[in-house]
């Protein structure tokens, strides 16, 4: 399908129907310590769930915090693991590892019927 630009007459407003019908896409900025058991079960959960829940439409950010401390602060980030919705708005940030897929299908309002 190709959308049309406005200047080819379309507004903004049917430009968000049209892409919001195709799917969104979303970006992630998961904070961690690297060698944490909790920060490798909830890379691996994160990528699990936007594989099922998200496939083709996701980009996840991955920040060490031990190497990039000011990327948190900037995120108001103190504990980890925690996952940042960056797109789309509002920003929302899931503390834990995301055992429990429930709280990442209610942050992106998710249909239900994909629920496991």
């Not at 049309?4 to 379309?10: S, V």
């Not at 407003?13 to 490798?40: D, P, W």
């Not at 834990?96 to 496991?116: I, Q, T």
Request: with cysteine.
């Amino acid at each position: 399908m190709t959308l049309l630009n406005k200047r080819e007459g379309m507004d903004r407003a049917a430009e968000q129907k049209i892409k919001t019908s195709e799917g969104m896409n979303y970006s992630f900025t998961l904070f961690v310590i690297q060698e944490g058991e909790n920060s490798e079960r909830a890379i691996e959960n994160l990528k699990r769930l936007c594989e099922k829940w998200l496939p083709g439409r996701y980009k996840i950010n991955i920040v060490d915090v031990l190497e990039d401390f000011q990327t948190a602060l900037d995120y108001n980030i103190l504990l980890t693991p925690s996952v940042v919705i960056t797109d789309p708005k509002p920003q929302i940030t899931i503390h834990g590892d995301l055992s429990d897929s429930r709280k990442f299908v209610a942050a992106l309002n998710l249909k239900e019927e994909n629920e496991e």
